[in-house]
T-cell receptor, first 113, second 112 residues
């Protein structure tokens, strides 16, 4: 089975801190994604990567950056955390084919105080 | 641009009765469509996917969905609800190559 592992289930950070969320997948998938999930809004795409060192902005990239130095690892960075970034963050990966689904990690619930 | 609209934010059914969760999509391409389920405090799990092979798609746990191009719909159904079906359900369309675009979700409540 595909496994997508997020480094933390719960995080509490202070406003202004630099925050790193880490994600690792074990199935050699080309594509990796970061979403945030908020009640009533579904999942919104922050960034995605279709290859090592390649990235594309999603729908809500402001306040975030990403890094993909190795194929299996995709990091989300909050440069200066703010309270409106309190949310559930979900990492996903997929093959490069159009018809393939994405596999999701368990999520990181981030609280910024 | 591709997008999905889930027509109901909440659906309540009695155990043993049919389930219908509605989804309409817009797409400039022949789309790939998915339904995911999220149980409380659990990760997202794929229920089923449509990839143009057959318009009626069967998924896990007795769920199925029918792709209707003329109606741009991809509704999720199950003949008989079980208490364990209570969860959040997401209809998803895949855009031109990479990311999944999610609907806002439908919360399914199953009452005894």
């Amino acid at each position: 089975d595909v496994k997508v592992t997020q480094s933390s289930r719960y995080l509490v950070k202070r406003t202004g801190e630099k925050v790193f969320l880490e994600c690792v997948q074990d199935m050699d998938h080309e594509n990796m994604f970061w979403y945030r999930q908020d009640p009533g809004l579904g999942l919104r795409l922050i960034y995605f990567s279709y290859d090592v060192k390649m990235k594309e902005k999603g729908d809500i990239p402001e306040g975030y950056s990403v890094s993909r130095e190795k194929k299996e690892r995709f990091s989300l960075i909050l440069e200066s955390a703010s309270t409106n970034q309190t949310s559930m963050y979900l990492c996903a990966s997929s093959l490069g084919d159009f018809n393939t689904e994405a596999f999701f990690g368990q999520g990181t619930r981030l609280t910024v105080v | 641009a591709q997008s999905v609209t889930q027509l109901d934010s909440h659906v309540s059914v009695s155990e043993g009765t049919p389930v219908l969760l509605r989804c309409n999509y817009s797409s400039s391409y022949s789309p790939s469509l998915f339904w995911y389920v999220q149980h409380p405090n659990k990760g997202l799990q794929l229920l089923l996917k449509y990839t143009s092979a057959a318009t009626l798609v069967k998924g896990i746990n007795g769920f199925e969905a029918e792709f209707k191009k003329s109606e741009t719909s991809f509704h999720l159904t199950k003949p008989s609800a079980h208490m364990s079906d209570a969860a959040e359900y997401f209809c998803v369309v895949k855009n031109s190559g990479y990311a999944l675009n999610f609907g806002k979700g439908t919360s399914l409540l199953v009452t005894p």
